[in-house]
């Protein structure tokens, strides 16, 4: 499947970075992707050649604190720790309806009582929320696990995220749910608290984390943030057919829970923008920045799920399933699972303007652009996760909605792009891919059952 696979697409990437290519002779277009991946016997993943993986965390092992690893891994950061470690926090896309694949186990024994104080939402005591996050301590001497706790508990399908800058994470709430309800799924389940929130959990914590909502950053179905490292700004994305681009202009930089203003992206002269392509009525053409502005929103705090209609009455532009956002160089790298006419995702960024304090149309605009749409021939298709690699490229996670292989998607600033690693075994979407602090480890998830995978080799051979 992946031999008829060709290159289309021309790509700006993200702002040049030092290199760890630098020098290397860059294969042109259609090279990389060429090549054969080493198929794996242990049938987990296909890499190419020069790259090696080893299994980090996997659904249904014990953790240090007794519970189990939970499955659905999706959105994942590493972070600094002691003596050379590195700390990995990893989203749980669960809700529900899915307990077997809980950090409870399948029979759902009680939560023990030291945790239940920090359990955002217990459901009755019989339902809790089964989202969250975990933690995990990695020695890349030895590349091994050498301690993994739940961190973030009660939350509900913690799809993406993002780290900061300050040695946090950011964990998203893609589910809007309020207290009170009864949902169905398999069995009934309550909630007692309202859902749809930010929470932030610190690199350094060592067990389960107060699950505080940053209210002020919105209620809806987040999906991902960046924070800009120069501002404390922290961008947003919403998975919705219909979404809107948010960023969040905190009062405190560094510090969420103190406030802040939270708006949505809009272009100038063109109200609520549809960036869809979907028909000819508006469409936004590749490599074409436009400017932007950025409007108020009001009554953030929402009681129903309709905040992303509220922004489009007031002119924000709309996006299709806005889902993997991550700051790169100057900019913010953000995509859109099922944008473009075939439906197969587009690659935005944005890139601030020297005034952006909010208030109206500066005299030099932010801009956003159109890098990237897919169709049935693409290389890079339904992209989903992205980070920026050490040496400049954006490497993308797909997450494929016609059961094809998912797959890791590299792009030089040249507009090229080539494999790195396929999911031949599974329909599992790929998620969470990171970098260790070093550079030299790439982290990735497969969602289910649930498995992160740190990539090692020799980079520099294997994406030249």
């Not at 604190?65 to 990893?90: N, Q, S, T, W």
């Not at 020695?139 to 301690?147: C, I, K, L, Q, V």
């Not at 939270?262 to 469409?283: C, I, K, M, R, Y």
Request: glycine share 12%; aromatic share 8%.
């Amino acid at each position: 499947m992946l031999d008829r696979r060709r290159f289309i697409q021309s790509i700006i990437a993200a702002a040049a970075t030092p290199s760890l290519l630098s020098g290397a002779a860059l294969a042109g277009p259609g090279t990389t992707a060429a090549r054969k991946l080493r198929r794996d016997p242990d049938g987990i993943l296909d890499l190419v050649g020069g790259l090696e993986y080893r299994v980090v965390s996997r659904h249904g092992t014990k953790m240090s604190d007794g519970l189990v690893v939970p499955g659905a891994h999706d959105g994942m950061a590493a972070f600094p720790g002691r003596d050379g470690r590195i700390i990995i926090i990893c989203n749980h896309e669960l809700d529900g309806k899915y307990l077997p694949f809980s950090a409870f186990g399948k029979d759902y024994p009680a939560i023990p009582e030291n945790m239940q104080a920090r359990v955002y939402d217990l459901g009755g005591g019989k339902t809790p929320g089964l989202g969250g996050t975990t933690t995990t301590i990695w020695n890349p001497a030895t590349r091994e696990t050498e301690r993994q706790f739940l961190s973030l508990a009660g939350t509900e399908i913690n799809c993406a995220g993002g780290p900061t800058p300050w040695g946090t994470w950011l964990s998203c709430e893609e589910r809007f749910a309020t207290a009170g309800e009864e949902l169905t799924f398999r069995g009934k389940f309550v909630r007692e608290r309202n859902h749809g929130y930010v929470f932030e959990v610190p690199a350094a914590a060592t067990g389960l984390v107060e699950p505080r909502p940053i209210k002020s950053m919105g209620r809806f179905e987040h999906e991902a943030c960046a924070v800009d490292p120069r501002t404390g700004i922290v961008y947003m994305t919403e998975d919705q057919h219909h979404s809107l681009f948010y960023r969040f202009i905190p009062d405190v930089p560094g510090d969420l829970h103190k406030g802040g203003r939270l708006q949505a992206l809009a272009a100038v002269g063109d109200s609520a923008l549809p960036t869809h392509n979907w028909t000819a009525d508006h469409e936004i053409p590749l490599r074409s920045p436009l400017d932007v502005h950025w409007i108020d929103l009001k009554d953030i705090d929402r009681e129903n799920d309709d905040l992303r209609e509220h922004g489009a009455e007031h002119g924000a532009a709309m996006f299709a399933r806005g889902e993997g956002l991550c700051w790169a160089g100057d900019r913010a790298a953000f995509t859109c699972t099922i944008g473009g006419p075939a439906r197969r995702g587009q690659v935005f960024t944005f890139t601030p303007g020297p005034d952006e304090s909010g208030d109206g149309v500066s005299a030099e605009p932010g801009k956003l652009e159109l890098i990237a749409e897919a169709d049935e021939e693409s290389l890079l298709t339904n992209a989903d996760n992205l980070t920026m690699a050490p040496w400049g490229d954006l490497i993308v996670c797909e997450d494929t909605l016609d059961n094809s292989n998912s797959s890791i998607v590299g792009i030089r600033p040249d507009g090229s792009q080539y494999l790195i690693a396929d999911n031949a075994y599974s329909d599992s979407e790929l998620a969470g891919v990171c970098f260790s602090p070093d550079g030299k480890t790439m982290f990735f998830n497969i969602q289910y059952p649930g498995m992160t995978l740190a990539i090692t080799g020799d980079w520099k051979t294997s994406v030249a």
